[in-house]
T-cell receptor, first 115, second 115 residues
Framework: IAGITQAPTSQILAAGRRMTLRCTQDMRHNAMYWYRQDLGLGLRLIHYSNTAGTTGKGEVPDGYSVSRANTDDFPLTLASAVPSQTSVYFC??????????????FGPGTRLTVL | AQSVAQPEDQVNVAEGNPLTVKCTYSVSGNPYLFWYVQYPNRGLQFLLKYITGDNLVKGSYGFEAEFNKSQTSFHLKKPSALVSDSALYFCAVTPRAAAGNKLTFGGGTRVLVKP
């Protein structure tokens, strides 16, 4: 089934630990995004990538890093997790090669709790 | 910087009645505007978008939205709500000049349709 997969589904993590959230898409979209969703704040963009090999900072990038070694994968790493990073994380992709205003497709999310 | 306001945290409506979810935005220049819906424990799903042209945009599941430039609004509407429309709805904006990147989301409006 075409779409975006995220792993893990949920995770409880001790503060200070390193964590990588995985995201894979099979739609061959060139652009990918990471958001965090917090109650009342909607979704906020963490990092994005317009094409493999390039990344950019979003609204709330501090404490997070990303890489885009190929078209399909866009992992998000928390180098040293803190409780304020407790959130639901969504990966998304869009076909910017076809149109700059294309809608984004979202994965099912990863629920992360940092204690 | 762009912003989106969804003034209602929750909207309650009886099944069969009209549904309206409000959205106002602030952006430099002309906007691209989007509505997404999120069902429980799922990622966001695209409903509709305004790019240019006709101010009334029709989307999935019988939803439509009207772009009003003078009021900087993009309210989502459905003539006759269904119980299955109960979900969390997000409005999003990006300036046309940003070429579709960096969507800014509103805080979301929970819709509850009662039988």
């Amino acid at each position: 089934i075409a779409g975006i997969t995220q792993a893990p589904t949920s995770q409880i993590l001790a503060a200070g630990r390193r964590m990588t959230l995985r995201c894979t898409q099979d739609m061959r979209h060139n652009a990918m995004y990471w958001y965090r969703q917090d109650l009342g704040l909607g979704l906020r963009l963490i990092h994005y990538s317009n094409t493999a090999g390039t990344t950019g900072k979003g609204e709330v990038p501090d404490g997070y890093s990303v890489s885009r070694a190929n078209t399909d994968d866009f992992p998000l790493t928390l180098a040293s997790a803190v409780p304020s990073q407790t959130s639901v994380y969504f990966c998304a992709s869009s076909d910017r090669a076809r149109s700059h205003h294309n809608e984004q497709f979202f994965g099912p999310g990863t629920r992360l709790t940092v204690l | 910087a762009q912003s989106v306001a969804q003034p209602e945290d929750q909207v309650n409506v009886a099944e069969g009645n009209p549904l309206t979810v409000k959205c106002t935005y602030s952006v430099s220049g002309n906007p691209y505007l989007f509505w997404y819906v999120q069902y429980p424990n799922r990622g966001l799903q695209f409903l509709l978008k305004y790019i240019t042209g006709d101010n009334l945009v029709k989307g999935s599941y019988g939803f439509e939205a009207e772009f009003n430039k003078s009021q900087t609004s993009f309210h989502l509407k459905k003539p006759s709500a269904l119980v299955s429309d109960s979900a969390l709805y997000f409005c999003a904006v990006t300036p046309r000049a940003a070429a579709g990147n960096k969507l800014t989301f509103g805080g979301g409006t929970r819709v509850l349709v009662k039988p």
